[in-house]
């Protein structure tokens, strides 16, 4: 990437994060979980009027033409705030979607998503657990998506109309983001993919980055709140941050993130270069830096004492994300397993594994 792309992501991103601070405040994240408010089309809004939904499309297709690195920019801005909205599902579907193109259809829709006239929903889990008997499939995406990815009979993917089906709500434990149970058999539609394992793949690699990219903003901004909640919480007339014990575990919680980003860089690297490797690095990413946040917000909670365990903390929230995006796609067991097959493929192909840096 260009010093001047550079320049220009890193302009977009303070951005971002302005308009978020202002609208993506605790108060309204709170709100939202509380049924009072509807951040998440507020947002969605927002972003549409700034034209954030474009930001990874070509830009023959309305988009701004930055790739997975806009998406990951973006994701990782909403990450870091909590923000609700059907933008994970929907911006790595069109990333997918752009690489499968000149799938009959498909281009129009990509046009509709950059301008936010179009949602869509995807398999929460692809590759990993079968659809039920009745048919129905679990996606993440809102009840009211107009679109939905999902597999055919054959290895095909199809793009259907969502309105046109059975759609069921989940109950879940993360109240910003929506898991919906639709049945396929009554679903009109409107596209097939037929390469589907490499739509599949490409699927697979946008959302890994995706998760990455909200996790690692979502570790980083708890551990702030952490620290700040720390400096003002007072034990034994002091502090509580100034506690040499606790001193070591935000330590040890820093030392993670920042390791963690090389991981998301590499990701991003082989994506963008289209590297054969990029399927290797993503499933990497994803794995690592999911359970990261995981371990990172549980333990950001025992540090908020007992008032961490109480609906108007932040951390809680930030804790049951990080938990969801540990289950979306696949556990990082499964993760860590297509990486060793991509490793495997690239050791067939007798291409070099001395060259991938070590993270």
Known sequence: MTEENLAELESLGDSIASVLTEECTSLAVHAFIDGKSRLDRTLWDRAT??????????????????????LALLLGQLGGHAAPG??????????????????????????????????????????????HSDGTRLFLGEANSELLLAPLDGGSWGLFRQHSAAVVRQSMWDRTR??????????ERVARIADGAA??????????????????????????????YMK????????????QALKHRLADMMTMIVAGAPTMEQALSSVSDASPDAELWSSLAKAKLTEDFAFISQDCLQLHGGVGFTWEFDVHVFL????????????????????????????????????????
């Open 232 to 243: 003002e919480r007072r034990q034994f007339d002091r502090p509580i941050a100034s506690f």
């Open 49 to 70: 009027e700034l034209g954030w939904l474009a930001i990874g499309l070509p830009e023959q297709r309305g988009g701004l033409g930055l790739g997975a690195r806009g």
């Open 178 to 187: 929506t898991l919906v149970r639709v049945n396929l058999r009554e679903a």
């Open 199 to 228: 739509f599949a793949q490409r699927l697979k690699i946008y959302l890994s980055l995706g998760l990455a990219a909200d996790s690692l903003a979502g570790a980083r901004a708890l551990l702030d709140k952490t620290i700040a």
């Open 86 to 131: 059907p933008f994970l599902s929907t911006l790595c579907a069109a990333q997918a979607l752009v690489d499968a193109a000149p799938t009959t259809g498909v281009d129009e829709w990509l046009k509709q998503i950059a301008a936010g006239k179009c949602r869509i929903a995807i398999p929460a889990q692809i590759d990993y657990g079968d659809p």
């Open 320 to 359: 049951k994300r990080a938990r969801l995006n540990e289950m979306l796609l696949a556990p990082g067991w499964i993760m860590r397993d297509r990486a060793a097959q991509a490793l495997a493929a690239a050791v067939a192909e007798q291409r070099s594994t001395l060259d991938l840096p070590v993270v």
